[in-house]
């Protein structure tokens, strides 16, 4: 079946801009996960989402970061007056419910580069 | 505070050449530790997943162990579509939902 897919697969913008990436979840999975990840590191848990609601925020890194999962399925990561700083690759994964023990399915990730 | 140290940072390796990466962590509680493998320009694909000392589990050249301060990824006769990233992540007991990645071994088989 198809797995977690992202769009764009990339995108260059300008320090200041305001972007949006997007998750589509495996078809049924609840829980939807964003991590951001720089070169040479692991990635960075950023947010989860448990259906629509969030469930845990403690990684969005400031203000300037918001996600949202209106219908439960797609979500959408947005950054305001992006920085240069913000330069990574944004990844999503998706769990079927989202139950501490579960295995996170890694989409193939967003490639961000602020000028 | 919870932490996840890899080493080494990078592994070269001829083909057949047998070794061991490790992950050692430090957390309050753990509900997992997962292994995972990273193509260049692909995100994280999913090996295994441990819960207590004592487990391992195995796939093809691969044979993940854990302990109660570390785990070990086993890769045994490697061949060069096993070079890629390896990376482990933790998930505690105070953490429903995140992930606590180390930052990797980058593994190059040579034939």
């Not at chain 1, 949202?68 to 944004?90: C, F, H, M, N």
């Amino acid at each position: 079946g198809a797995g977690v897919s992202q769009t764009p697969s990339n995108k260059v913008t300008e320090k200041g801009k305001y972007v949006e990436l997007r998750c589509d979840p495996i078809s049924g999975h609840t829980a939807l996960y964003w991590y951001r990840q720089s070169l040479g590191q692991g990635p960075e848990f950023l947010i989860y989402f448990q259906g629509t609601g969030a469930a845990d925020d403690s990684g969005l890194p400031n203000d300037r970061f918001f996600a949202v999962r209106p219908e439960g399925s797609v979500s959408t990561l947005k950054i305001q007056r992006t920085e240069r700083g913000d330069s990574a690759v944004y990844l999503c994964a998706s769990s079927p419910t989202g139950t501490g023990k579960e295995t996170q399915y890694f989409g193939p990730g967003t490639r961000l580069l602020v000028l | 505070e919870d932490q996840v140290t890899q080493s080494p940072e990078a592994l070269r390796l001829q083909e057949g050449e047998s070794s061991s990466l490790n992950c050692s962590y430090t957390v309050s509680g753990l509900r997992g530790l997962f292994w995972y493998r990273q193509d260049p320009g692909k995100g994280p694909e999913f090996l295994f997943t441990l819960y207590s000392a004592g487990e391992e589990k195995e796939k093809e050249r691969l044979k993940a162990t854990l302990t109660k301060k570390e785990s070990f990824l086993h890769i045994t006769a490697p061949k060069p579509e096993d070079s890629a990233t390896y990376l482990c992540a933790v998930k505690t007991t105070d953490s429903w939902g995140k992930l606590q990645f180390g930052a990797g071994t980058q593994v190059v088989v040579t034939p």
